[in-house]
């Protein structure tokens, strides 16, 4: 299994920026790819943004496409959410999460760190 421990939220005004950390450990050689969700109050979690663990390849949700970016460092086992030009809707609880198959879903889940942007 692998554990996963969110870092990097708080409160910032609108066009501001924030930087999200998720730090793995456990069996992490196994990982096939990691992803940020979100869920606003009153909300379903949404898909945010994801990476593969060995090739990089990343993918985005409309809404952040053009101001978030996903990155991850190996050798920390370490997945970063750059989130940049934010918006108030922006608002929410942001999840890690990994998967050791792309056939799976996201079965490892972090605790959650709240992102609020203010206008």
């Known amino acids: 299994q692998v554990q996963l421990v969110e870092s990097g939220g708080g409160l910032v005004q609108a066009g501001g920026s924030l930087r999200l950390s998720c730090a793995a450990s456990?069996?992490?050689?196994?990982?096939?790819?990691m992803a940020w969700f979100r869920q606003a109050p009153g909300k379903e979690r949404e898909f945010v943004a994801s990476?593969?663990?060995?090739?990089?390849?990343?993918g985005y949700a409309d809404s952040v496409k053009g101001r978030f970016t996903i990155s991850r460092d190996n050798a920390k086992n370490t997945v970063y959410l750059q989130m940049n030009s934010l918006k108030p809707e922006d608002t929410a609880v942001y999840y890690c999460a990994a998967r050791y198959s792309y056939k799976n879903n996201y079965a490892y889940w972090g605790q959650g760190t709240q992102v609020t942007v203010s206008s």
């Open positions: 456990g069996r992490t050689v196994s990982i096939y790819s």
């Open positions: 990476i593969t663990w060995n090739g990089g390849s990343t």
